[in-house]
């Protein structure tokens, strides 16, 4: 199984890619995770990323290209991967298809988590709240400022994707406004449709 989660920062594509993972044995391919452990790790990537993740603003398509066609050649991604926070701009997605194309890969679905924007903005608040209180780590671009420049970053580059997939026929869209297991639900009757229709 090969899908694609698309959502603003926040839509839950982190949280239903664990499930996914759980049900299909697949690996979930973050790039914001990627990009984090390349920070932390203080490679040529990371040190390069730092700064433009600390401000909301997309990493080079290059790069993120790169991460994703190398991190899809490993052997965990065999049977089929979920790829959570990439692509994220037209030129993105149009590497990928290249990139798959050669691997002779295809995808099963492109599903879009769809949140109000209010709704995200109170769920960052909850999720810096939540960490305080648990005295975890708050990631350096969650706070409102730079929150407001990711979703500006989102709906600039990150939307016309839903376009662009809608065109191909590709894209599937469900309410990320229930809970962890509504949504779930949803995805899942999206994925066993494409099943059946791949039969
Ligand atoms: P995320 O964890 O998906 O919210 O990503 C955190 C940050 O990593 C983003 O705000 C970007 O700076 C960077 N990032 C993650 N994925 C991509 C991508 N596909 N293209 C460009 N930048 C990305």
Redesign the pocket.
């Known amino acids: 199984m090969r899908i694609i989660l698309l959502g603003g ?1 926040g839509a839950g594509k982190g949280t239903q890619s664990k499930i996914l993972m759980k049900k299909y044995a697949i690996p979930q391919l ?4 990627m ?1 984090r452990a390349a920070v932390t790790a203080g490679t040529e990537v990371g040190k390069k ?1 730092q700064k ?2 600390k401000n ?4 080079s ?1 290059a790069i ?1 290209n790169q991460i994703v066609s190398e991190r899809i050649d490993e052997e965990d991604c065999a049977q089929g991967f979920i790829l ?6 037209v030129a ?1 997605a149009e590497a990928l298809q290249y990139i798959l194309d050669k691997k002779h890969i295809t995808l099963n679905a492109v599903i879009e988590i769809k949140v109000d924007e209010s709704v995200l903005l109170k769920r960052m608040k909850k999720r810096v709240d939540d960490m305080r209180k648990m005295g975890g780590l708050v990631r350096s ?1 969650d706070n409102p400022e730079t929150f407001a420049k ?1 979703m500006a ?1 989102y709906k600039q580059k990150t939307l016309p994707l839903s376009t662009y997939y809608r065109k191909q026929g590709q894209l599937k869209e469900v309410s990320g406004m229930g809970d962890v297991a509504a949504v779930a639900g949803a995805i899942d009757v999206i994925l066993e449709e494409t099943a059946v229709r791949r039969k």
Request: net charge negative; hydrophobic share 30%.
């Open positions: 920062p973050s790039t914001g995770d990009l990323a433009i993740m909301g603003q997309l990493v398509d993120v959570d926070g990439y692509p994220r701009t993105q671009d990711r970053e």
